[in-house]
């Protein structure tokens, strides 16, 4: 490889950095004292053999401050593990279950049991979407909602602090942020209806009840694999405003344990964040390996650019950790390697897609299609 070509790689992976650092500084962050919430929220748990989580979830979200008003609806979908019983026997009022009709033709499991939590929800200003593997610190929700109303948005989305175990999971779970820290310029985003300017995370979404009607809902991503991603674009192309946000210190998640739940957790949804074409999979992994990559190789056998290249790469990589509360320490040392296994998981995931082999809780991931009108659900206290 030319030097030329080398200073260029080495070149973007500075100015990736820059722009990692420049977004850490802009990235909006709650109040540590946040003001009552004086409106009605309602937060929304879709589960799906979640017998293992549900009950320690609950406990975190019913033990929030300042949301006097505030509503729980649990969504089970289809779990086999008891998880539902566990929900049924739960004794607080605040706390509904809902029995979800099975997802219709061109739904999946998520949005669909979402839109019925949401249909649920009654008459709640604020709807909250949390995962069940999410454990929300006590301000989490009057924080969240601070944020949404300091700002004048009308989604946010509060990025939890990230747990990882495993070294698979030290490795791959960082990049979830770095990517957006290094590619997304937040102040833009919060404005741009632009769909390639949207970042969100699924476990732990607000978004106001209006703005999330207006965009049509979950009945409008009902079909997307990446639905949170979806919906804020939904928001945006309605008019609405939203971006990601620090939940560092408002919720924690350790999203999968162990190199199986990482394999399988990214293959079924990868794919789709390179909008499901074999050649945008390939392009993506040759253009980051090309940049976090070929730089620290060329470092290897003495050149300068490349040994630049790297440390940029490392210092962004700690710097969006720092930011959203993930370990910058050794780990960051690893970038490249992180950045290999990634794109492994990329291609594996679009391969695997163009297969129909892809599945998750024991259903098929179907390439996205219009969903039809949101089933009714049935409900129990």
């Known amino acids: 490889m030319s030097g030329r070509v080398l200073r260029v790689l080495a070149g973007l992976s500075v100015a ?68 539902a019983e566990l929900v049924s026997g739960h004794l607080d009022p605040r706390v509904r279950l809902v029995r979800a009709v099975p997802p219709g033709p061109g739904w999946l499991g998520k949005p669909n049991a979402c839109a019925q939590g949401a249909a649920a929800a009654g008459d709640a200003d604020v709807l909250v979407f949390v995962d069940a593997d999410v454990r929300l610190m006590p301000d ?56 390639s300017l949207a970042a969100a995370n699924g476990q732990f979404l607000v978004v106001r009840r209006s703005a999330y009607e207006r965009a049509g809902g979950h009945g409008a991503v009902g079909g997307e694999v990446v639905e949170d991603v979806a919906l804020l674009r939904a928001v945006k192309a309605s008019g609405g405003r939203g971006v990601v946000v620090d939940g560092s210190r408002l919720a924690v998640c350790r999203m999968y344990d162990g190199w199986a739940g990482v394999r399988d957790g990214y293959g079924k949804s ?9 050649a945008a999979g ?46 910058a320490w050794p780990d960051a040392l690893a970038h490249p390697v992180s950045v290999l296994l990634l794109d492994v998981l990329l291609l594996r995931s679009v391969r695997d897609h163009r297969r129909g082999t892809l599945t998750w809780r024991g259903r098929a991931v179907a390439t996205p299609v219009p969903p039809a009108d949101a089933a009714t659900a049935t409900m129990d206290r």
């Open 140 to 195: 989490a929700l009057a924080a969240a909602v601070a944020v949404l109303d300091e700002a004048g948005l009308d989604l946010v989305s509060p990025w939890p602090c990230q747990l990882a175990g495993s070294a698979a999971e030290r490795l791959v779970q960082p990049l979830q942020q770095w990517l957006w820290s290094t590619l997304l310029p937040l102040r833009l985003a919060e404005r741009s209806p632009r769909p």
């Open 16 to 83: 990736g950095a820059v722009h990692a650092a420049v977004n850490a500084a802009l990235l909006r962050r709650p109040p540590s004292a946040p003001p009552p919430v004086r409106r009605r929220v309602a937060v929304v748990l879709p589960v799906r053999d979640e017998a293992a989580h549900v009950l320690d979830c609950l406990a975190a979200v019913l033990d929030q401050r300042g949301v006097p008003d505030l509503s729980v609806v649990v969504v089970d979908d289809g779990s086999t593990d008891g998880t």
């Open 270 to 278: 990868l794919w789709a964040a390179v909008g499901g074409s074999p």
């Open 282 to 327: 390939v392009a993506a992994a040759a253009a980051l390996t090309a940049v976090h990559v070929v730089p620290p190789l060329a470092a290897l056998r003495g050149s300068r650019a490349g040994l630049l290249g790297y440390a940029a790469g490392v210092a962004g990589r700690a710097v969006s950790a720092a930011a959203t509360g993930g370990r």
